[in-house]
């Protein structure tokens, strides 16, 4: 474990209730959450707390060299640790990865705080894995939070 906490925060046009069902579905959550250039399906997703997702984050186009399970994609799995309607989800995620670069897990909690604008949303990751620079991660979690935005706003 590295302890490296990375955060992202965007104000988006939604109530914090429908950024929460947008979360709790995995048919919706594959539809926004990975970043520009990666696709996502789930295999598992349990929304309960306690539940576990597995998720493919396929890289495409000038990323499509980049996974780190294997040469195209991401395999994270995990699970919903804290489910709190309209106000927090956390999450712990894991790379299926043999570059120890990538091992270990990383809880992720996302955060919804009613703003007179709509929503703030801030994502705070702990314990990144050290083969996930801070640039790369910034930029991830920001094109999360642009996704989420376009799609409920």
């Known amino acids: 474990m590295t302890g490296r906490t990375d955060t992202g925060s965007r104000i988006i046009r939604a109530s914090p209730q429908a950024i929460y069902d947008a979360f709790i579905d995995p048919k919706i959550q594959a539809r926004w959450l990975p970043p520009e250039g990666m696709t996502a399906k789930f ?3 349990e929304p309960w707390p306690g539940g576990r997702y597995r998720m493919t984050l396929t ?3 000038a990323h499509a060299m980049a996974g780190k399970t ?3 994609a991401d395999t994270v799995e995990g699970r919903l640790v804290e489910l709190v309607p309209g106000e927090r989800v956390v999450q712990t995620a894991g790379f299926e990865s043999d570059d120890p670069a990538y091992a270990g897990t990383m809880t992720m909690t996302w955060t919804l705080q009613a703003v007179p604008e709509g929503t703030e949303v801030t994502i705070t990751a702990r314990d990144v894995p050290s083969g996930i620079s801070a640039e790369d991660h910034a930029r991830g979690l920001a094109s999360t939070l642009a ?4 799609f409920l706003e």
Do not use: K, Y
Not at 147 to 150: C, E, G, P, R, V
């Open 59 to 61: 890289f495409t186009g």
């Open 70 to 72: 294997s040469t195209d």
């Open 43 to 45: 295999d598992v997703f």
């Open 147 to 150: 996704n989420l935005a376009d």
